[in-house]
């Protein structure tokens, strides 16, 4: 049977890694995008031209319609979903909880939160056994922020991986004997585009002697652990958190 791997947002940053690693490891991958089609197209193509077999699909996974629509194009045009990654997440400029609005809360929550939950809806849906399926593998792109808060930058942030965290754990265990293994990675502080979005492009640079090893990390030592999360060799693992923080 095909390998097939949805990796949500990974036109960019630790999305675009996992998806070169995972398409190097024989996937055929569904690079997902909100709106940087250029991005897609550029890993999409660095993929087949290596051998590989890759599709752009453009959805906002914090849209129903849309995240149905994702794995029906998926279905026609790379077969049935094997693995999903729940990578795509978004963060807002830096501030404290006081000046923080519904609006605002609502957004992030929408993507984070809601976003992985459809996600995982419609990949359940086509992996468990009880629907007929065949198994499979999800993985969750939570935070070590989940467990530190990100206090005067974003606690709304923190706070979807918290509940991306408790949803790991609750999932694993729903799905355990339905052929489903459900796990998360927690990166720390990582340099992709990320940290623009929060007002603070060099975000790494100010943070990294906080961590113990003096560094930030990078998208594929994040991709590293995704991938064996995903392989067999993760079989008996599931509602399990690798942090990928250095020391943090
Ligand atoms: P990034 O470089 O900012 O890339 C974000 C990706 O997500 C892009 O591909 C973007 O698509 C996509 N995206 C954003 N909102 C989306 C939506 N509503 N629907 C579909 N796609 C969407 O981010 P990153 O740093 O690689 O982060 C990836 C994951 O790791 C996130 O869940 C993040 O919270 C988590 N994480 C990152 C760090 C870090 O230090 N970087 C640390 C801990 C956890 P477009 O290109 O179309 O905009």
């Known amino acids: 049977m ?15 890694a996992t998806a070169c690693l995972a398409a190097e490891q024989g996937y055929a991958i569904c690079v997902n995008y909100l709106r940087n089609q250029e991005a ?67 957004r992030v929550f929408a993507t984070n939160i809601t976003g992985s939950f459809l996600c995982a809806r419609e990949a359940i849906k086509r992996m468990s056994t009880k629907h007929g399926g065949a198994g499979g593998a999800i993985v969750n792109v939570s935070s070590v922020a989940s467990r530190l808060g990100s206090p005067g930058e974003y606690v709304d942030y923190a706070a979807s991986k918290g509940a991306i965290d408790t949803m790991t754990i609750g999932l694993a265990k729903e799905v355990a004997d339905e052929g489903i293994r459900v ?19 060099n975000r790494v640079e100010r943070v990294k002697e906080s961590v113990p090893m003096k560094r930030g990390g990078h998208a594929i030592e994040v991709a590293n652990a995704i991938l064996w999360l995903l392989s067999a060799e993760a079989s008996y693992t599931t509602g399990a958190f690798i942090d990928i923080a250095g020391g943090k």
């Open 2 to 16: 095909e390998k097939v791997l949805i990796i949500t947002g990974s036109s960019r940053g630790i999305g675009a």
């Open 183 to 201: 796990n998360a990675v927690r990166p720390g502080f990582i340099y992709t585009d990320i940290h623009a979005s929060g007002g603070e492009p």
């Open 40 to 106: 897609a197209r550029s890993v999409v193509s660095s993929i087949t031209q290596a051998g590989g077999r890759a599709i752009a699909t453009a959805a906002d996974i914090a849209s129903e319609e849309d995240v149905v629509h994702l794995f029906q194009t998926v279905d026609e045009q790379l077969g049935k979903v094997t693995a999903l990654v729940n990578n795509a997440g978004t963060l807002e400029q830096q501030t404290r909880v006081e000046n923080i609005d519904a609006a605002r809360l609502n």
